[in-house]
């Protein structure tokens, strides 16, 4: 084994924390962290002692860290959608090589800007479309590239973003409003315009979409409703969304049924009884779903027109009981059913009977179906072995690709469904 590598952590919400930070338990023969910047000063306290950061390399935010000498030989950049760039040229001129939380950046030029700056400062630059590790993508790559359904000529892909995650990171949450984050097609689905890519070995030619945001608005609000759900709302007992009936009482996330992960470590750093109730209390968290800030999306589709001829679909919506997504190739020879939420693949070769191929679910309980770990572990090897991106890991010139569409189907929608060329954004 190489050298240890140090990492400076720029950011410390869920996935900063939960997914980067922990990878220095995972593998400590390869991480170590060196520093850690946050705005919250609690994450900052509670993260150097447990992972024993030195004080005079804690910060209070990006920026101040960012302001040192380079600190470590990786940043990991895990703060919010519109500071990516922002935090990610610096660093690139101090001599860091970066793992990128997705997106890039809601603006188009960043990205470009971005993987300019990458080939001059001879960086590597990853970005985080981790759904590329999980081992059920991994195996549905296999079956693809084996040839068994011949050449792919239409791709639908659904993206199930499930009714309590949307009310939570879209609606209440961080990613509610597009004007200081991105808009939804981009935050929630470069993953999946990534996998799709990815997955066919296929390159876009142009883009049309449609969506709106249909139920989470001030004029669809019930009678009775409440600023606040526990402020004696009188239209509670009708309300999926109701904030208690989520952080509270839902079976497998609520706190009076055990949770003290996610999504309720949002809500409190320490999640317990009396902290998420005061969250409910005087939090975002706790804000009724039809008086909120937010103004991005809850349901689109998406057309994606590729280069070949073939053609793709994705819709994306925030009504379904799932969190999952779910993909059906059509292809010359055959199709593929591939349902992430029962873990399950069906191969059928025309002529045929169906063959179902059960993944079996990862055993290191990370997230994206097992691929947060793998990721974090193959960009560390890849910076001590000195090796350039392989297929798989998404270096910031691939990952721009799966903005270009994503940032096209927005363009789409807000010019309803006008087709959106995507060479031009490539060439800037």
């Given at each position: 084994?190489?050298?240890?590598?140090?990492?400076?952590?720029?950011?410390?919400?869920?996935?900063?924390?939960?997914?980067?930070?922990?990878?220095?338990?995972?593998?400590?023969?390869?991480?170590?962290?060196?520093?850690?910047?946050?705005?919250?000063?609690?994450?900052?306290?509670?993260t150097?002692?447990?992972?024993?950061?030195?004080?005079?390399?804690?910060?209070?935010?990006?920026?101040?860290?960012?302001?040192?000498d380079?600190?470590?030989?990786?940043?990991?950049?895990?703060?919010?959608?519109?500071?990516?760039?922002?935090?990610?040229?610096?660093?690139?001129?101090?001599?860091?090589?970066?793992?990128?939380?997705?997106?890039?950046?809601?603006?188009?030029?960043?990205?470009?800007?971005?993987?300019?700056a990458?080939?001059?400062?001879?960086?590597?630059?990853?970005?985080?479309?981790?759904?590329?590790?999980?081992?059920?993508?991994?195996?549905?790559?296999?079956?693809?590239?084996?040839?068994?359904i011949?050449?792919?000529?239409?791709?639908?892909?659904?993206?199930?973003?499930?009714?309590?995650?949307?009310?939570?990171?879209?609606?209440?949450?961080?990613?509610?409003?597009?004007?200081?984050?991105?808009?939804?097609?981009?935050?929630?689905?470069?993953?999946?315009m990534?996998?799709?890519?990815?997955?066919?070995?296929?390159?876009?030619?142009?883009?049309?979409?449609?969506?709106?945001?249909?139920?989470?608005?001030?004029?669809?609000?019930?009678?009775?409703?409440?600023?606040?759900?526990?402020?004696?709302?009188?239209?509670?007992?009708?309300?999926?969304?109701?904030a208690?009936?989520?952080?509270?009482?839902?079976e497998?996330?609520?706190?009076?049924?055990?949770?003290?992960?996610?999504?309720?470590?949002?809500?409190?750093?320490?999640?317990?009884?009396?902290?998420?109730?005061?969250?409910?209390?005087?939090?975002?968290?706790?804000r009724?779903?039809?008086?909120?800030?937010?103004?991005?999306?809850?349901?689109?589709?998406?057309?994606?027109?590729?280069?070949?001829?073939?053609?793709?679909?994705?819709?994306?919506?925030?009504?379904?009981?799932?969190?999952?997504?779910?993909?059906?190739?059509?292809?010359?020879?055959?199709?593929?059913?591939?349902?992430?939420?029962?873990?399950?693949?069906?191969?059928?070769?025309?002529?045929?009977?169906a063959?179902?191929?059960?993944?079996?679910?990862?055993?290191?309980?990370?997230?994206?179906?097992?691929?947060?770990?793998?990721?974090?572990?193959?960009?560390?090897?890849?910076?001590?072995?000195?090796?350039?991106?392989?297929?798989?890991?998404?270096?910031?010139?691939?990952?721009?690709?799966?903005?270009?569409?994503?940032?096209?189907?927005?363009?789409?929608?807000?010019?309803?469904?006008?087709?959106?060329?995507i060479?031009?954004?490539?060439?800037?």
């Amino acid at each position: 084994m190489g050298r240890k590598l140090k990492a400076a952590i720029a950011g410390l919400g869920s996935r900063g924390k939960d997914a980067y930070v922990a990878a220095a338990r995972l593998f400590p023969d390869k991480m170590e962290i060196a520093a850690i910047a946050d705005t919250d000063p609690a994450k900052v306290l509670e993260t150097a002692r447990e992972y024993h950061v030195p004080e005079e390399t804690c910060f209070a935010s990006a920026e101040e860290m960012l302001a040192q000498d380079r600190l470590a030989d990786v940043m990991i950049i895990a703060t919010q959608d519109r500071q990516h760039v922002k935090h990610a040229l610096p660093a690139l001129r101090k001599g860091y090589h970066l793992l990128l939380e997705k997106p890039v950046s809601p603006d188009l030029e960043e990205c470009r800007e971005l993987v300019r700056a990458a080939g001059e400062c001879g960086r590597q630059v990853v970005v985080c479309h981790v759904l590329r590790y999980a081992p059920f993508y991994m195996k549905l790559k296999e079956i693809i590239d084996s040839g068994v359904i011949g050449e792919i000529v239409s791709v639908m892909a659904v993206e199930n973003v499930g009714w309590w995650h949307h009310a939570h990171s879209f609606v209440r949450g961080n990613w509610r409003n597009s004007d200081t984050t991105s808009p939804m097609i981009l935050q929630k689905c470069c993953h999946d315009m990534d996998i799709l890519l990815w997955l066919t070995g296929k390159t876009c030619k142009s883009v049309s979409s449609f969506g709106d945001l249909y139920l989470f608005r001030r004029e669809r609000a019930p009678e009775g409703a409440a600023g606040r759900c526990v402020d004696g709302c009188k239209a509670r007992a009708g309300c999926p969304f109701d904030a208690e009936k989520i952080y509270m009482d839902h079976e497998e996330y609520g706190i009076l049924h055990g949770n003290r992960g996610w999504p309720l470590d949002v809500l409190a750093l320490h999640p317990s009884r009396k902290s998420i109730e005061e969250a409910l209390r005087s939090g975002p968290y706790g804000r009724c779903v039809y008086y909120c800030d937010n103004n991005v999306v809850d349901h689109q589709v998406v057309n994606l027109n590729m280069t070949d001829g073939s053609t793709f679909s994705l819709t994306m919506c925030g009504f379904t009981a799932d969190i999952s997504r779910y993909t059906k190739f059509m292809g010359t020879k055959g199709e593929i059913i591939a349902d992430m939420a029962a873990n399950t693949i069906q191969l059928t070769e025309f002529g045929r009977e169906a063959k179902v191929i059960k993944i079996r679910k990862s055993e290191d309980f990370s997230r994206h179906g097992g691929g947060d770990n793998r990721m974090v572990e193959d960009f560390l090897d890849m910076i001590i072995e000195g090796r350039v991106p392989d297929d798989r890991m998404t270096s910031v010139e691939r990952s721009v690709e799966s903005h270009y569409c994503a940032l096209a189907a927005e363009e789409s929608r807000l010019k309803d469904g006008a087709v959106i060329e995507i060479e031009p954004m490539r060439r800037g």
